[in-house]
């Protein structure tokens, strides 16, 4: 089973652990439109336009980190101004007022304070904060652009839509703060009003599909796989600790068989190999004559293979005699249907 984030999440009814996500899960985009008016409220209206990016990545259910794009399009009249820099009249106007980049981090606040649920809810509120920079064009002749440091704080309102919760809609509300604006404190570094903006952003985000066959992390009851861990030892403790293996060893039953100048050859069940006692015995025939060879089955098997057995038995002890100089006369198998049911070889002389 792959491995588990370290970090837990409560939920209501159980303790769960979250999947961890491999680096291309839970990745998301979303695309929007804004509407941008600076925060003294000087001149609200008419509101700078604009469209945005977002490329983003969950790290945990919690917290998450996104790359964003701003581009804002208008210079108004009236008055109005962006960023700290104020429309002027008569000169070229540019269709791309301003361009905001910024690196951002997210906290899901529902997950933070209510607990992962397996997928996102319907509703989930969200902060985002980052620094990014902003490039401004101004229709200025000795000062066509500038570039600022800024930053960013607001909320992201998340309404997912659909059962696999992978697509949503999102209202964002946030400031973007020009803290190296050329009206605020001789160019220091400062968070004012002074070419701060207020944007409401509005628009749809997609999750993209995750190794684990969803489109967010998954989640692992801990509480029930521990239950079933002690389920399966309380079994194992119900088992013996240690399986006793009884080897049985085979004993040759030696049925009688006629003694009138014969040998006897015994065999164990389903085998023709000579064991040692029986050379032994073939032995004591001597390294001369002419003999005899019948090969025999027990009633064990069927018929035909009693009667395969018994001539590789006969054919077994014929070669062995062959071997030690015996002139072997004839060799027969019987099977189980002989005159003897036995696990045997008898070998008599020729008559």
Not at 36 to 46: A, E, I, Q, R, Y
Not at 170 to 189: E, F, G, K
Not at 271 to 296: I, R
Request: with cysteine; net charge positive.
């Amino acid at each position: 089973m792959c491995a588990l984030i370290l970090s837990t999440v409560m939920s209501a009814s159980a303790q769960t652990a979250i999947e961890t996500p491999k680096f291309f899960d839970n990745w998301y985009v979303g695309v929007g439109g804004q509407a941008v008016t600076p925060l003294d409220f000087n001149k609200v209206f008419p509101l700078n336009g604009g469209v945005a990016v977002t490329l983003g990545k969950q790290l945990t259910p919690v917290f998450g980190v996104n790359v964003e794009d701003n581009v804002w399009f208008g210079s108004h009249k009236n008055g109005s101004h962006l960023l700290g820099v104020p429309h002027f009249d008569g000169i070229e106007h540019n269709a791309v007022r301003a361009n905001y980049l910024g690196l951002n981090g997210t906290v899901n606040l529902s997950n933070l304070f209510c607990g992962y649920l397996g997928a996102p809810r319907t509703f989930e509120l969200q902060t985002v904060t980052g620094i990014g920079w902003f490039h401004v064009f101004t229709p200025n002749a000795s000062d066509k652009s500038r570039n600022d440091l800024a930053a960013k704080t607001g909320l992201n309102f998340l309404f997912n839509l659909g059962e696999s919760k992978a697509h949503g809609i999102y209202v964002q509300p946030a400031v973007l703060w020009n803290l190296t604006n050329p009206a605020s404190a001789h160019n220091n570094v400062a968070f004012n009003k002074y070419g701060a903006q207020l944007s409401l952003q509005v628009g749809y985000v997609y999750r993209f599909a995750t190794s684990n066959g969803t489109h967010h992390f998954k989640t692992y009851d801990v509480g029930a796989m521990q239950d079933e861990i002690n389920r399966l030892r309380a079994e194992l403790a119900k088992k013996p600790t240690e399986i006793t293996k009884e080897v049985v060893v085979e004993k040759v039953v030696e049925k009688p068989v006629p003694s009138d100048g014969v040998t006897t050859v015994y065999f164990t069940k389903g085998s023709y190999k000579l064991s040692d006692a029986a050379k032994a015995s073939l032995d004591k025939l001597g390294e001369n004559g002419v003999v005899d060879v019948k090969g025999y089955a027990d009633e064990v098997g069927s018929e035909k293979f009693n009667q395969v057995l018994s001539k590789k038995r006969a054919k077994a002890v014929a070669d062995y005699l062959t071997n030690r100089g015996l002139k072997v006369n004839s060799v027969n198998a019987y099977g189980e249907t002989g005159d003897i049911v036995a696990r045997v070889v008898v070998v008599s002389p020729t008559k």
